[in-house]
């Protein structure tokens, strides 16, 4: 946690001289994100763009995987329908609430047997974009995500929640 606090504070730090983006309507973001945690890893794509002054509609797909030892695995992959709403403070730092949901796919491997499934997700999101130039900002936010069925792997094992930090860069244009 204080990593993730001091690197909030030095992005912050070199932004303040920095331009942010104008998030304007038809603004178009493209962005890259990850997470990690004890026991996963997964990667995330998006694209969007902004309907309205600080209100942006888009895409995102992802892919993760969860190593559990003894030859256990699970491997995810999905994708999700997002709308984010930032509030304009005029700097930098850009505060952001945001909302997905979509469809997940998990695959699990285990003592020489394999098992699938697919489940809807819902997913919350509240974090802050920092503008590094006019077009480029690192963005860092927590999540909570659920689902209807145990599609998300936490503390070696299967379950229908998953919450956690995700860290990521975003392209405007």
Do not use: C
């Not at 993760?64 to 509030?87: C, E, I, K, P, V």
């Not at 949901?101 to 499934?117: I, T």
Request: net charge negative; proline share 1%; glycine share 16%.
């Amino acid at each position: 946690m204080k990593k993730i606090i001091a690197m909030v504070a030095a992005v912050g730090f070199v932004a303040s001289s920095s331009f942010g983006a104008m998030l304007e309507q038809g603004t178009r973001e493209l962005g890259v994100a990850g997470q990690w945690n004890r026991d996963s890893v997964a990667g995330f794509v998006s694209f969007g763009q902004f309907v309205a002054d600080g209100l942006i509609l888009g895409v995102s797909g992802n892919g993760g995987y969860n190593d559990f030892g003894n030859d256990a695995d699970a491997r995810t992959w999905g994708g999700s329908l997002f709308a984010q709403y930032h509030l304009d403070v005029g700097a930098a730092l850009v505060p952001f609430v945001g909302l997905a949901g979509g469809a997940q796919f998990m695959k699990l491997k285990a003592a020489g047997r394999s098992e699938s499934d697919t489940g809807w997700f819902g997913e919350g999101q509240a974090g802050v974009k920092t503008f590094i130039s006019n077009n480029i900002a690192v963005a860092i936010y927590g999540y909570y995500t659920r689902s209807d069925k145990e599609i998300f792997t936490n503390k070696d094992e299967l379950n229908r929640y998953d919450y956690g930090m995700r860290v990521g860069m975003n392209s405007y244009f």
